[in-house]
């Protein structure tokens, strides 16, 4: 039964993962991602993880001790971790791309530079 329980739990999660990648798409959620994942989650967590946490107290109930036992699947917490994944992937992405610009920024400005430089020592010194 615990067997069953935690491929459950990871069953779960992937389809929570596979939502968030598709709600993110590299791209910061709009208004309607977000009313999408919302749903989602509303709807996964009235059929699938009701029935999970369902499973989760029968199997509290026949394991005496408290060490075994196992806690409640929570959306809003695994929600958290996977959207936290994905932002924190998708805020490297743009500090990547940020850095990027800024170094082809800093390399047109050497040339630049050294172009207007140079002008002004021929204009200067011949």
């Known amino acids: 039964m615990k067997k069953e329980i935690e491929n459950e739990k990871a069953k779960i999660r992937d389809l ?23 749903a989602f989650l509303n709807k996964l967590q009235m059929e699938d993880v009701k029935n999970l946490n369902h499973s989760i107290n029968r199997f509290n109930l026949l394991v005496p001790l408290l060490n075994s036992q196992m806690v409640q699947f929570s959306i809003e917490r695994e929600s958290e971790i996977i959207l936290k994944k994905y932002l924190s992937n998708l805020t490297n992405q743009i500090n990547d791309s940020i850095e990027k610009i800024d170094v082809k920024v800093k390399e047109n400005a050497d040339v630049t530079n050294n172009g207007f430089l140079k002008s002004i020592m021929k204009k200067f010194f011949g």
């Not at 993962?17 to 590299?26: C, T």
Request: net charge positive.
């Open 16 to 38: 929570m993962k596979a939502q968030a990648a598709n709600v993110i798409k590299n791209k910061i959620p709009r208004r309607e991602e977000i009313k999408i994942w919302t």
